[in-house]
């Protein structure tokens, strides 16, 4: 069933949602890169996503919403793909590699999208859409130092993108958003992502978390913000928007993401990155153009 878009008075609680998300996971990429100073990239991945489960889950309880979904099985499938396997890769990679240049490799997410919305929703790329895949493409393999031989952290970074991207087209795909309450959606997609990364956490264990204030803070932050709000606020916004405008809405995060790993963390891009990171930039530029000139 197409998704309707919002008329021009319902537009300003979209964007409100849209630019808190932007925010919000922006700057974590700084909390994520410092709590991984204070425990295993699989550990704090399980332990936020459990914290987060458990807010949700009261707020269910609370609220007296509907905790049920239509299509368990197929809210497992997306909830494993852009909740669990996602949020691996993404701190798999952030433990080793920087928290700018993996949040914008992370952020090549909605060309994934645009690739495979494809074959999954019959909705082909555009003119200008294939050239802002093209555009970055040349930023991707400058940020992986001129060709394809990456490290760890860069692979898991572009692979959490793809990750996400196959989870939105997924959700999209088999239409269980919509049939669900979107609390009771993203507290069960939370609910898997957490299930998935503790069997990680004990195939691969890392370092044993020291529950410092550091690492409780982080946790609080993941858990009430990206996970207990605007995880909600995420699945509202794909109910009101369609996959490439939903994800294309987020193109502040990796601007966000660069700005405070400099601030913070003292991360200073190479000339090289630069470029790559500006190519990227102009290509969700140039796509956003394109998903706005389709809602006029």
Known sequence: MPVTPPRPSD?????????????????NWVVMKTALLHAG???????RLWLAVLLVFSCIFFLRRPWRVARPAAVALTGFFQTGLT??????????????????LC???PFWVALLAWPFLGERPSPRQWMAIGLAALGI???????????????AALG???????????????????????????????ATGAVALTLMMFILPGAAPDHSIALWSALIYNAVLVYGVIWFLWFWILQKLDAGVASLGTLAVPVVGVVSGMVFLSERPSPQEWAGIVLMLLALALTASVAAQRRV
């Open 141 to 155: 393999g400058l940020l992986f130092g001129g060709d394809l031989h990456g490290t760890q952290a860069e692979f």
């Open 41 to 47: 990239a699989f550990e704090f991945a399980a332990m």
């Open 87 to 104: 949020t691996a890769l993404t701190l798999w990679g952030l433990s080793t590699g920087r928290a700018g240049k993996n949040a914008v």
């Open 160 to 190: 959490s993108g793809m990750s996400w991207a196959l989870g939105i087209v997924l959700t999209k795909k088999l239409n269980v958003a919509n049939a669900t309450d979107p609390l009771a959606f993203s507290a069960w997609q939370t």
């Open 11 to 27: 537009q300003t609680p979209v964007l409100l949602a849209l630019g808190s998300v932007s925010l919000v996971w922006g700057l």
């Open 107 to 109: 952020y090549a997410m």
